[in-house]
Structure formats: C-alpha cells, structure tokens
C-alpha cells in the first residue's frame, strides 16, 4: 500500500465514523421528542384518577392534545423518511423508520394497556 491509499482508507474511516455518530445522535434526538407525547399519554392514562368532566361527555383535553402531537410527530417522521430516502440518505432513512415503529410499539402498548385496566 502506497501512502495515498492509506490516508484516504483513514479519511473515509473518519468519514464514517462521523456519520454512524450523526445518525446515533439523529436517532435519540427523534426517539426523545416521540417519547414525550407517549409519557404524556401513559401518565394522563394510568395516574390520572378521574376522566374529563360532564360524565365523559367531553373530550380529554390533555389526552387529546397528547394523541395529535403524537401524530404531527409521525407525520413529520413519515415525510423526513421519504426526504432521506430521495437523498440517499438511507441510514437516516433507515433510523426515523426504527424510530416510528418503536413509538408506535410503544403507543399500541399504552393502549392495550389501558384497555386491561380501564
């Protein structure tokens, strides 16, 4: 090996290197703002004591503004996804995609969840 190919092996390393760290930090940015609406949702499901007034007539304001933040988030992820992918960036691509289907593994497990114990 010549001296060339070694520092460019070492630039694309470094390169990488870089990248996979973007990604990791891309991903828990995404994975930390999709796991709030879902606290929000688990808290106001199983600490909150009572529902919203009129005899469940109203709507669960909170819960409510949880489940739409909630879904923008997705959307928002859904729409970044098809971005990435149409700019080759497919680790990120790749990253929102394990990102959505963990917050909606995590959403449909509240849900059923509340269904045991409401």
């Known amino acids: 090996m010549?001296?060339?190919?070694l520092v460019l092996n070492r630039t694309i390393l470094r390169d990488d290197y870089r990248m996979n760290r973007d990604v990791r930090k891309h991903t828990f940015i995404r994975a930390i703002i999709g796991m709030l609406p879902i606290g929000i949702l688990a808290a106001l499901i199983f600490l909150d004591e009572k529902q919203s007034g009129?005899?469940?007539?109203?709507?669960?304001?909170p819960l409510f503004l949880a489940f739409i933040t909630l879904m923008?988030?997705?959307i928002f992820m859904v729409i970044e996804m098809v971005r990435f992918f149409v700019l080759?960036?497919?680790?990120?691509?790749?990253?929102?995609?394990?990102?959505?289907?963990?917050?909606?593994?995590?959403f449909i497990l509240a849900s059923y969840l509340?269904?045991?114990v409401n």
């Open 88 to 106: 080759g960036r497919t680790k990120y691509a790749v990253a929102n995609l394990g990102v959505i289907t963990c917050i909606g593994a995590f």
């Open 114 to 116: 509340d269904h045991l």
């Open 54 to 61: 009129n005899s469940g007539m109203a709507i669960n304001t």
């Open 2 to 5: 010549d001296w060339n190919s």
């Open 72 to 74: 923008l988030f997705g």
